[in-house]
C-alpha cells in the first residue's frame, strides 16, 4: 500500500501585499493537466488587469507525479520553480497553486 497524501480540501484564496505590489495566491484541488489548464485560463479572464500569474502544480504523488511551472514573465526560476519546489517538499498532491502579481 502506498503511503497517502493531502490534498487541498477546497480553493482558498489569500492576498498580500509587499512593496506597494499586490498578489493574489490560490491553492487548488486538482486531479488533471486539463483542469489545470481550464483554472488558468479562467484566472487570467477573472484578472485580466495583473502583471503575471505564477504557477506551479502537483498531479499525483510518489513514483507517478506529473509536475509544471511558469514563471509567466517574471525574471526566469524566481517564480515558479520556488513554488514547485515547496510542493516537491511537502506531503502534498493532486494541488495547483497561482500567484497573481498586480505592480503598483
Known sequence: M???YRI???QTTI?????RSRFVSTIYPVDSVALVKSILAQRRKELPDASHHVYAYKIGFGNS???GLSDD???TGTSGPPI?????GSDIG???IIVTR???
Open 8 to 10: 487541498p480540501a477546497h
Open 102 to 104: 498586480f505592480f503598483g
Open 65 to 67: 507525479v506529473i509536475e
Open 73 to 75: 514573465g517574471e525574471p
Open 94 to 96: 493532486d494541488v495547483l
Open 2 to 4: 502506498s503511503t497517502p
Open 84 to 88: 514547485l519546489s515547496c510542493l516537491r
Open 15 to 19: 492576498e498580500t501585499e509587499v512593496s
